[in-house]
């Protein structure tokens, strides 16, 4: 089957099945990329997701723009790009031209409230086994749970956190880890 073809319906599908944005979509992408389509190695997963939150913009669409590019260049990252924001689009333009008719219906604000917990579970749930690849046990899981804290409570920038975790693991890299291994 093309490629183009493949990645695109691939990526729509995600986007369409998707609620809850870019996080809720880790183990569609994974179980579609890595496990059915081997187009990206388990071990480079991990490294995609962090190259991708790093970069400005849309989690799930950077991605796809990242395994399109991989797949097949930069028309390979239009086609998956593409069909990612296009499931999207559709909704939205469709809730926008339909929304009056709606928006007060009891029903509709029940389905919502009622999707908001599984919406919860599907985001924290690949964030428990993020935590699990990138070997984070009881002697490092002092370092997420402080950074979430000081998000959380303290309002302090994850740009920071972000900045502050890749000086930290320098450091150490660089000056404890060397000592060590002695």
Avoid: H
């Amino acid at each position: 089957m093309n490629i183009y073809w493949n990645s695109f319906r691939t990526f729509f599908r995600i986007g369409l099945f998707t609620i809850g944005g870019g996080y809720a979509m880790i183990p569609l992408i994974e179980a579609d990329v890595v496990d059915k389509n081997k187009w990206v190695a388990r071990e480079d997963f991990l490294d995609l997701m962090a190259i991708a939150q790093s970069c400005p913009g849309i989690f799930a669409v950077n991605m796809s723009i990242f395994i399109g590019y991989k797949l097949k260049g930069v028309l390979g990252s239009v086609v998956c790009a593409l069909g990612t924001i296009l499931p999207s689009f559709l909704i939205i333009l469709g809730i926008a031209l339909f929304f009056q008719q709606f928006r007060d219906n009891e029903t509709v604000q029940r389905i919502f409230k009622g999707i908001r917990p599984a919406v919860v579970a599907l985001i924290a749930a690949p964030t428990f086994k993020m935590g699990k690849s990138a070997k984070i046990g009881m002697t490092n899981v002092w370092i997420p749970v402080v950074s979430a804290l000081l998000i959380w409570l303290l309002g302090v920038s994850p740009i920071y956190i972000i900045i502050m975790a890749g000086l930290g693991g320098y450091l150490y890299g660089r000056y404890i880890k060397p000592s060590e291994s002695k």
